[in-house]
C-alpha cells in the first residue's frame, strides 16, 4: 500500500532490535518525531526537478506527500510504535 508505514512491521522490528540492544522508547520516539519533521521540510524531489532539471524523481513527491499526510494524521500512533510501545491498530 502506498503512503503508510506498515505498523505492524516496525513493531516487530523494533521489539526484535530491543531484545538484542538496550534502546530507550523516548529516544526512539524523538527519533520518529525529528525523522516526521525532516520528512516535512525536505523537498529534494523538487530541488531536483527544478534546479537540476531531473525529473526522474517526480513520481516519489507523491509518494513522499501521500506518506507524510497519513504519518501526521497518526504521528502519536507512529512515534510509540517506533518507540515499542504501542498497541498496533489494524490496517488504516
Known sequence: MEGVFDLERVATFVAGYQSVMSLESAHLADTARRLWWK???DFWQLE???DRND???DELY???EALLH???ERLDVVERTFAGSAQVPNSP
Open 39 to 41: 520528512r516535512m521540510t
Open 48 to 50: 531536483f526537478h527544478y
Open 55 to 57: 525529473d526522474s524523481c
Open 62 to 64: 507523491i509518494a513522499d
Open 70 to 72: 497519513w504519518w501526521t
